[in-house]
């Protein structure tokens, strides 16, 4: 592996099933590794699909065009919270950029958002990204991970509350179980200088020997200022004990099928199992799968939720 996959300013990219703590992190990130993790917005998606190769943006014509469409990404709108006029976006990119391709306008991407935040290193945080790793390492190829963790029934638990997020217990722990493994997949091939995983559970319950490791991983070195200001938050934060509530909220076939799709990864975390059930089969998994997607469906029809499955975003436009 190259100097370059390693090297420690390479931008970190914070990653986690949707409800595992991703937001509570990126907060984490700028406050304690001054890292300008920007919270959600999945540019890179749009940089891997627009553009079949670098040598395209050699061209001033496409060029033009992929910054301006760059602009309309939703990822401007949630770090501006549309303040910034698009003309003034494309030029604080523009600024940035130091080589015509796909990571060059990344790298420019997340360094605008760092000089916006006032913090010097790069970074992203959106749960999102963990379905799209493949466009993601293309747009970042030396990025290093952080995977936040959560125990699956707690995921599925919340999850359910949210009109964007799985409508039963079985697609929210097949998604999560397949997700959490390919990523820990990805993380055994990159090594520990690019992969740090962590569980939520442990960032509150160790919160010194956990946020500990993370700096190390993240900076090099460990703030002890910092890291004292942290735990004496985690003590004081209300949802310090936030875990477990799956416990008396599921009926034992709901966790029967939770855990029935995601036992293999739950036994690799460390997650202890709470039934015996065998694995649920891939004809009822699609037959779940089918009945969220028809939910969905209608919920995109009555405006509810994006086509893509996510959650509408109001802001108010830039004057």
Known sequence: MSDARTKSDAPVIFLGIPRSGTTMLGRLANLYLDIGAANEGQFEIFLDRAIANDAQLQDDAFFDRILNELVEDEYFSLVFLNRVPKAELR???????????????????????????????????????????????????????????????DVALSILKFPWGANNVTVAADHWGRRVGE??????????????????????????????????????????????????????????????????????????????????????????????APSVSRLVRKAWKLRHRVSQVAQIARGQIQASGRAHTELKPAT
Not at 110 to 126: F, Q, S, V, Y
Not at 207 to 229: H, S, V, W, Y
Not at 251 to 264: P, V, Y
């Open 183 to 276: 990523l820990r997949r990805l993380g055994s091939q990159l090594g520990a200088k690019r992969y740090f995983e962590l569980t939520y559970e442990q960032l509150l319950a160790e919160p010194r020997r956990t946020m500990g490791c993370l700096m190390t991983f993240a900076t090099g070195k460990i703030d002890a200022e910092r890291l004292d200001q942290y735990v004496a938050e985690t003590e004081t934060n209300p949802r310090r004990n936030n875990s477990r509530k799956w416990a008396t909220a599921f009926s034992k076939r709901d966790l029967e099928r939770i855990e029935g799709c995601a036992a293999e990864q739950m036994t690799a975390v460390g997650y202890e199992l709470a039934t015996a």
């Open 91 to 153: 030029s604080r990119i523009e600024k940035q950029i130091e080589t015509r391709t796909v990571n060059g306008l990344g790298l420019a991407v997340l360094k605008m958002t760092a000089e916006h935040m006032n913090l010097p290193r790069l970074g992203h945080e959106d749960p999102q990204l963990i379905d799209h790793l493949p466009s993601l390492l293309r747009v970042f190829p030396d990025c290093r991970i952080v995977h936040i963790i959560r125990d699956p029934r």
